[in-house]
């Protein structure tokens, strides 16, 4: 499981009235192959009861908060970071590695 927090507050929040002043995100993988999202509202009675959240929501709001969470950029250690970036060849920076 992966599970990001995301504030939702300031100038511009997504959806405050559904979601109140943070979002927390979740996915869940399993070895067999299956996947899943969930989210938990500030504004949800049980808190520790994430709902069911379609895909299409997810990248609704990484949409509106501009995460690109297709960007390997996104994903990266600290450590590899650096030696993407230190690299001299800069076709390098562009290979995709799966």
């Given at each position: 499981m992966v599970r990001a927090v995301l504030k939702n507050d300031g100038e511009d929040p997504?959806?405050?009235?559904?979601?109140?002043?943070?979002i927390t995100i979740e996915r869940y993988i399993a070895k067999?192959?299956?996947?899943?999202?969930?989210?938990?509202?500030?504004?949800?009675?049980?808190?520790?009861k994430?709902?069911?959240?379609?895909?299409?929501t997810i990248v609704t709001m990484m949409d509106f908060f501009d995460i690109q969470v297709d960007n390997p950029m996104t994903v990266l250690s600290q450590d590899m970071s650096r030696a993407f970036l230190s690299t001299s060849d800069s076709s390098k920076k562009?290979?995709?590695?799966i």
């Amino acid at each position: 499981m992966v599970r990001a927090v995301l504030k939702n507050d300031g100038e511009d929040p997504f959806k405050p009235e559904i979601w109140g002043h943070e979002i927390t995100i979740e996915r869940y993988i399993a070895k067999e192959g299956t996947s899943g999202w969930k989210a938990r509202s500030a504004l949800d009675a049980d808190r520790a009861k994430p709902r069911s959240t379609s895909r299409e929501t997810i990248v609704t709001m990484m949409d509106f908060f501009d995460i690109q969470v297709d960007n390997p950029m996104t994903v990266l250690s600290q450590d590899m970071s650096r030696a993407f970036l230190s690299t001299s060849d800069s076709s390098k920076k562009y290979e995709v590695c799966i």
